[in-house]
């Protein structure tokens, strides 16, 4: 019944907020005799910030259009690679008429980014996509909103993003031979659980897996959001955050735990914050700062875009990995799509390279929570192990904004650099038949690109024992940024973040002979 009331109540402010739209251009009409006066300047700013707060907020686009690589400009197209019920598979796809260029970007390593389902679309991800775009083939999964799918298309459960994460890694190493994946803030639990699963079928994995803010161990360092998902049972959040979708929708009937509830937990974690930041917004237009102002519409633009998750996937996460902690117990079975459950055991990756990255004021996923996939996957050794934590950022700050491409993107990027080895990303002729990457041997023994399963079984067998936990960190430098810098609130760095993609990209080149990467 709350979400129909929801929806009555934004069709009844959908022509206030027409009419505040309308009246904020108004007032600010160049032609008009009153306009420059403080008056109607005030009114034109305050009508505008009733629209922003009225309105009602569609799904961003990634709007990214180039990047530079080596300095040279290269266009970007991107394009579904493949498409699931809940979920599609994008490419960012580039392109060059430079040879130079060209040759450079069809060795760079393929990265699969697993955006998280927890109430934002992929695009909250864009800073990620256009930093990593610089030096390697990216793909992002894109999951979509559960009130557009129709209820012809079943339930969707974790075990179902697992399965999900396995189809789509499978789908870039039949295709290059190889990749890496990284996971950022909530699909670190399932990117592992998919790895972990694959490793215990002995099956190809990833050359490495880069996880960032996740609640692997939600038992450390407790945030507000764990604190929620404890203290409340599993049946009060199926009686209290639970509704059907209207009928106004292609997926009317399906149980969901709506966006608009998800985007309320947002803003009360800091209401004085969001406050302050439409404030400024009234005061800036007042200013005439349209830098400023521009740069909070952009952020708000994407933070307001929410999306439905379906009801079983959100309480299966609430139980698994927030209150039975079944990852960290070794109790998680998981259903493949044949019907058979399989055990989670992250013991059993043995090969690849795992990093953890961490923002010392992160209140979403505490300090410790990511980091303990270090302990877990025990089957690693030392020296394909790294750890990062990220001086002053706060959740936002590890994977957007000056931050991410500064102190973090650097050691991300040298570290799948190191574990790629001596392979080629070059897409295969054959998907269905896939080869190895390059001839050469790998330049780590522990994972090369021609592993067979039998190879892998022979490994395990070895001898060599893996090093302890406590002596198996393995600290990176740390940048050269002083430690006295100011922190940054998690905001201010998304915020930094959108300033930076707000302005639009040059135009594509027209080239008629172009090639591709």
Not at 79 to 87: D, G, L, T
Not at 202 to 230: F, Q, W, Y
Not at 347 to 356: E, P, V
């Amino acid at each position: 019944m709350l979400y129909q009331i929801y929806e009555t109540q934004r069709s009844f402010m959908e022509p206030f907020a027409d009419f505040a739209l309308a009246a904020s251009k108004l007032y600010s009409n160049p032609h008009l005799p009153f306009q420059k006066s403080q008056l109607a300047q005030r009114v034109s700013a305050g009508y505008d910030l009733l629209y922003r707060l009225a309105k009602d907020y569609e799904k961003p686009e990634f709007n990214i259009t180039t990047v530079k690589v080596d300095g040279v400009e290269v266009a970007i197209h991107e394009r579904v690679e493949m498409r699931k019920p809940f979920c599609d598979l994008l490419r960012f796809k580039r392109f060059s008429d430079d040879p130079a260029t060209l040759t450079r970007l069809k060795t760079q390593p393929v990265v699969l980014i697993v955006a998280p389902l927890s109430g934002h679309y992929a695009t909250l991800l864009r800073d990620t996509v256009r930093t990593m775009l610089q030096g390697h083939k990216v793909y992002i999964t894109d999951w979509k909103n559960a009130r557009l799918v129709p209820l012809s298309e079943g339930a969707f459960h974790l075990d179902d993003y697992v399965n999900y994460v396995q189809d789509f890694i499978r789908q870039l190493q039949g295709t290059y031979g190889n990749c890496h994946v990284m996971s950022v803030c909530q699909p670190t639990v399932p990117v592992l659980a998919a790895v972990s699963l694959m490793a215990s079928r002995g099956e190809k994995l990833p050359l490495s897996m880069t996880m960032m803010g996740g609640p692997i161990d939600a038992r450390k360092s407790p945030t507000s959001v764990n604190d929620l998902a404890s203290q409340r049972s599993y049946a009060w959040f199926e009686n209290h955050v639970i509704y059907r979708v209207p009928n106004t929708f292609p997926g009317k009937g399906r149980r969901v735990y709506p966006g608009f509830l998800q985007y309320s937990g947002f803003v009360a974690m800091n209401p004085d914050r969001h406050a302050g930041n439409h404030y400024d917004y009234f005061k800036n237009l007042i200013k005439g700062d349209d830098a400023s102002a521009e740069a909070h519409r952009a952020f708000y633009d994407e933070y307001n875009a929410v999306l439905d998750m379906d009801a079983d996937y959100y309480l299966e996460t609430i139980d698994t990995v927030f209150q039975s902690y079944k990852l960290v117990h070794g109790t998680w079975d998981v259903r493949a799509p044949d019907g058979r459950l399989e055990r989670v055991r992250p013991q059993d990756i043995t090969s690849g390279a795992l990093l953890t990255v961490e923002g010392e004021l992160d209140d979403i996923s505490g300090c410790g929570q990511t980091r303990a996939a270090h302990t877990l996957c025990s089957g690693l050794p030392a020296r394909d192990e790294r750890h990062i934590e990220v001086k002053g950022a706060g959740h936002y700050g590890i994977f957007s904004g000056r931050r991410w491409r500064e102190m973090v993107y650097p050691q991300v990027r040298d570290f799948i650099a190191e574990h790629q080895g001596e392979t080629s990303s070059a897409a295969l002729p054959a998907p269905q038949a896939p080869t190895p990457a390059a001839a050469e041997p790998a330049r780590r023994e522990e994972a090369p690109q021609s592993r067979t399963a039998a190879a892998r079984k022979a490994k395990a067998a070895a001898p060599a024992q893996p090093a302890p936990v406590a002596t198996r960190w393995v600290k990176p430098a740390r940048p050269a940024t002083g430690a006295a810098e100011p922190a940054e609130q998690p905001d201010t760095d998304a915020r930094a973040t959108v300033a930076t993609s707000a302005s639009p990209p040059p135009g594509a080149r027209k080239t008629a002979a172009r090639t591709k990467a």
